[in-house]
Nanobody, 127 residues
């Protein structure tokens, strides 16, 4: 069992930056691939980025590649999402998720492969 708590969301102007945090507690942090998903009003939950259990592999959605960066701190049991050059279309509730990935470098992108979810944090980008 693992508990996830996101923080760092807020209101920012287009072109600005935010850093989201996801604090994990419970089972060993390194047992999970960690990802960020987002969901805009009236839309499905979309994959944003994932980092593997080992931390050696990442995979980004095309829409955020080059602007967002995922990282994790094993000592702090925290995953971060640095978001730069934000656009109004990045507005959504951002969710942190954990997957008991089968191999250390596996990077699952389907929400059905994630077993644990945080409560979400709102990111609003104004134009």
């Amino acid at each position: 069992q693992v508990q996830l708590v996101e923080s760092g969301g807020g209101l920012v102007q287009a072109g600005g930056s935010l850093r989201l945090s996801c604090a994990a507690s419970g089972r060993t942090f390194s047992s999970y691939a960690m990802a960020w998903f987002r969901q805009a009003p009236g839309k499905e939950r979309d994959f944003v980025v994932v980092i593997s259990r080992s931390g050696s592999s990442t995979y980004y959605a095309d829409s955020v590649k080059g602007r967002f960066t995922i990282s994790k701190d094993i000592v702090q049991n925290t995953v971060y999402l640095q978001m730069n050059s934000l656009k109004p279309e990045d507005t959504a509730v951002y969710y942190c998720a954990a997957s008991a990935a089968s191999t250390p470098r596996y990077t699952p992108i389907s929400p059905y492969e994630y077993h644990y979810w945080g409560q979400g944090t709102q990111v609003t980008v104004s134009s």
